[in-house]
């Protein structure tokens, strides 16, 4: 069963001046075991989406559904794990230990069980057992991020869905979370994620969500998107871009350092063997 | 302009955050400070303007040392810093009393501050947030904000710390963009960031790891360094691309390399010529 918005509209400050419709008309649905980006510009909506998501926040007019559940019941918050952009603000206990726990006690799991989860929940962000007695607040940026992945892993969520989860984080730290992530989806949970990094993202999503001005202005595959649309994309995949619109004979679905390497080369050999025929 | 001499600084926790840091700041220069997370950056950024001062060693800036409590408020009009969280940073109500707040405490008169908030308004492209509350706005807005904030204080040098992280690109790029008119228009940039990518227009960039000046020098000579991959940076990936051409016998020359429209051109200029 999926996660079903339907035709949604949220508005912020409603009836008064300064209403701001962050969300108009939106319809989408989300599978289990998906990897899902939402990309959009500063504003477009998008953490206001996934808010709805959970019941964090109700649509003005329009439905969300969580395998057919309302998104507000117990049920469904236990299986849709949250972390925000900046895991500081969902921090608030004193070891990481009872962070972890927190979500699995609240949701009445026996102490025994808890402590099962909090292992496994740990295991999956890379941290060993000596983090646990650790002050969350003391950690560094990406330590906090990975402690409040795994306050959202210890549910055991059928959705983990993630506001910007590697902004801020230096590029090793970004690598830890993207590898847990993929682990996540290997094992059939569904990963939504805010991003605009695309460099890091880009190889894993299968599917993209734009959003412009809180309307869906692109869905589908990462080569769709490479072919269609001009923002975001990262700086390989518009030099590629770019070499297209010159008339290079290049493949258009290019994102990495390797890839564009091993295509501009195979095309210097054409474009060499070309002349020499001549 | 800025001066830092055998500069050490430890957390409350004994944990060594700089040592021995010398290094100096001209006037007028882009500096570009890299780093992994935790490698010192930030509390360097702190020592600039005295939120921080060091345990060993000193900063002067402009003459007077961050240590002359005395002192600290002429330092703190010439040094204004961005951080990396918006949040923690607002105190108005709305996005114009926000801006206020610093002007006013530099005891400006009220004609003086509005003149200032209708400035770093513009700047930024703010004016019509004025009235909104800087809290209900995005991350990137929030980002914007702030950097209004330090702007309407009208400092000399603006020390940037991981201004961008939160952005969206475009809006990073804007943001960017307007740390480069800045410099342009004669103030002094110190940029820290982990986005190598952001770094080209620097004059000079240092490598900071584990409290340390690990390298120093000109972009096209740092961003290359090999050693940063040991370090966990990633170089910038037109740069790595150009680097491992390179060896392909496929040479790009360095401004080339600052953005992929550039990059394309000269690629097809190589290839298309023979």
Known sequence: MPIILENIS????????????????????????????????????????????????????????VDGLAPSSKEVKSRIGMVFQQAADQLFCR???????????????????????????LEAVSFDRTMLSRDPFSL???????????????????????????????????????DTLKKMKDQGTAVIT?????????????????????????????????ETENVLLPPIASMIRELRSRGMPVNPAIFTVEEALKEILRVKSMIEKENSEK | MIRLEN???????????????????????????????????????????????PQKGKVMVRGMNTGDFSKLQVIRKIVGIVFQNPETQFVGRTVEEDLAFGPENLCLPPLEIRR??????????????????????????????????????????????????????????????????????GKTVVHITHNLEELHAADRIIVIDRGRILLEGKPENVLSDPSLLDLGLTPPSLIELAEHLKKHGVVIPWDKTSSPSSFAEEICRLFLKT
Do not use: W
């Open chain 1, 95 to 121: 070891t990481v230990y009872e962070e972890i726990a927190f979500g699995p006690l609240n949701f009445g799991y026996s102490r025994k069980e808890t402590e099962e989860r909090v292992f496994e929940a």
């Open chain 2, 116 to 185: 200032r908030i209708d400035r770093a308004l513009a700047e930024i492209e703010l004016e019509k947030y004025r009235y909104h509350s800087p809290k209900a706005l995005s991350g990137g807005q929030g980002q914007c904000v702030a950097l209004a904030g330090v702007l309407a204080m009208e400092p000399e040098c603006l020390v940037f710390d991981e201004v961008t992280s939160m952005l969206d690109p475009e809006s990073g790029k804007n943001v960017l963009e307007r740390v480069k008119r800045l410099h342009e228009k």
């Open chain 2, 7 to 53: 500069v050490s600084y430890s957390y409350p926790d004994g944990t060594p955050a700089l040592r021995n840091i010398n290094m100096g700041i001209k006037k007028g220069e882009y500096i570009g400070i890299i780093g992994k997370n935790g490698s010192g950056k930030s509390t360097l950024a702190l020592h600039l303007n005295g939120l921080l001062r």
């Open chain 1, 140 to 178: 560094s940026g990406g330590e906090m991020q990975r402690v409040a992945l795994a306050g959202a892993l210890a549910l055991r969520p059928d959705y983990l869905v993630l506001d910007e989860p590697i902004t801020g984080l230096d590029p090793s730290g970004k690598k830890e979370i993207l």
């Open chain 1, 10 to 65: 949220f508005f912020y400050s409603r009836n008064t001046p300064l209403e701001t419709a962050a969300l108009q008309n939106v319809n989408l649905r989300i599978e289990k075991g998906e990897f899902v980006g939402i990309l959009g510009e500063k504003g477009a909506g998008k953490s206001t989406l996934i808010k709805l998501f959970n019941g964090l926040l109700c649509p003005d007019s329009g439905k969300v559904t």
């Open chain 1, 194 to 226: 805010v991003t605009h990094n695309l460099k890091g993202f880009f190889p894993l999503l299968e599917r993209i969500v734009l959003l412009r001005e809180g309307r869906i202005s692109f869905e589908g595959s990462r080569e769709e998107y490479l």
